[in-house]
């Protein structure tokens, strides 16, 4: 069912007998309405079994000033079946098409994780599922996350070790985004979720793996990644087993 108003549409999309809601307003374009639906529409396609509720909605609009940097869209979950995205303009520019896409696989895949594992309650939680979000989109879209530019050095994922199992409200400055954080938040769990969710095709992206997961799993191939002699290694440890523990390094 669709309803179109002056500048505003909604329209409901059900897949695998879940119900997605969306939402848009302050859409200047009309012509743009076909390609939002089919983007949105495809990445629902691709979550809708693995999430647990049966309605769901998400919310688009151009609000500049929630913007990251002025340029990369928002991204809020408001609850567990709310999902808000907010865009700096309602541009069909390639590179606004290619922020586009990724957010909404972004929103979405975050929809489905907190439906499965809840918010995050540490600062590595919230690591690692930005971080696997993000991969997740680059991997649907063939796009590359903004936070990708960052170079993840071992001093950077020493403090993020560091701070692992502590509470998350102490350190959202890491999860800022653009130049506020230059996403180091971001690109550490990108590293991570690179590791463990590898291959660049959607096909090889175990989902059902992937929005279970909880970031208390992964401390160990972070700590790989300061002291194997080559990512490969960790790359070959990973896919022996998504769940290391240290006796996987001992030998125990």
Not at 63 to 68: G, H, R
Not at 101 to 108: C, F, G, K, M
Not at 184 to 203: C, F, P, Q, V, W
Not at 204 to 223: E, M, Q, T
Request: include cysteine; hydrophobic fraction near 40%; glycine fraction near 6%.
């Amino acid at each position: 069912m669709r309803c179109m108003g002056k500048h505003s549409y909604s329209v409901e999309i059900v897949e695998d007998g879940k119900t997605l809601i969306l939402l848009t307003a302050r859409l200047q374009d009309k012509h743009a309405i076909n390609y939002i639906e089919d983007v949105v529409g495809y990445a629902f396609k691709k979550l809708a079994p693995y999430m647990k509720e049966k309605r769901q909605v998400l919310y688009i609009r151009d609000v500049p000033d929630f913007c990251i940097d002025g340029e990369i869209p928002s991204i809020a979950c408001e609850t567990a079946t709310e999902a808000v995205l907010a865009l700096p303009s309602w541009s069909l520019a390639p590179r606004s098409i290619q922020l586009f896409e990724l957010s909404v696989y972004q929103a979405l895949f975050l929809l489905t994780r907190l439906q499965n594992v809840g918010y995050s309650q540490t600062f590595g939680d919230e690591i690692f599922n930005l971080g696997l979000a993000a991969w997740f989109a680059h991997v649907m879209t063939g796009y590359d996350h903004p936070c990708a530019k960052l170079k993840v050095t071992k001093h950077l994922r020493r403090m993020a070790l560091r701070r692992w199992d502590l509470r998350l409200r102490r350190y959202s400055r890491w999860f800022a985004g653009g130049e506020r954080s230059k996403w180091k938040g971001y690109a550490i769990g990108y590293e991570l979720a690179e590791i463990n969710y590898g291959g660049g095709k959607d096909t090889a992206f175990d989902i059902d793996h992937a929005v279970k997961a909880y970031g208390s799993w992964y401390p160990d191939k972070l700590w790989a990644l300061n002291h194997m002699r080559s990512k490969r290694s960790v790359f070959i440890m990973a896919a022996a087993d998504k769940r290391p523990s240290w006796s996987y390094f001992f030998g125990l």
